[in-house]
């Protein structure tokens, strides 16, 4: 069965750095587009950054572009998400998304809690 599992989240100060670790389980990884998501108290889920299916391209929101990077590790089945200079507003519950790419339906993680505080 597909499974997501994310972790590296964490309470850190603003400017600090975090590392979210997604492990992929139930599926060939390289068939996924993957993705992270973050939603944040009384907010729509948002896309954070994307990767294909090999890696190479990326796409990022304009709010973490520059700090925030994406990568994936496809004989692991792991996906990565880089995070610098966090601020305040990075506060959220960030989610792990798979796409299949062949039927587009989508998986999902339960989320790790990432709060950028002082």
């Known amino acids: 069965q597909v499974q997501l599992v994310e972790s590296g989240g964490g309470l850190v100060q603003p400017g600090g750095s975090l590392s979210l670790s997604c492990a992929a389980s139930?599926?060939?990884?390289?068939?996924?587009?993957m993705r992270w998501y973050r939603q944040a108290p009384g907010k729509e889920r948002e896309l954070v950054a994307s990767?294909?299916?090999?890696?190479?391209?990326?796409n990022y929101a304009d709010s973490v572009k520059g700090r925030f990077t994406i990568s994936r590790d496809n004989a692991k089945n792991m996906v990565y998400l880089q995070m610098n200079s966090l601020q305040p507003e990075d506060t959220a519950v960030y989610y792990c998304?798979?796409?299949?790419?062949?039927?587009?339906?989508?998986?999902w993680g339960q989320g790790t809690q990432v709060t950028v505080s002082s």
């Open positions: 998304n798979a796409e299949n790419t062949v039927s587009n339906v989508r998986y």
């Open positions: 990767i294909l299916r090999f890696g190479g391209v990326r």
């Open positions: 139930g599926f060939t990884s390289s068939n996924y587009f």
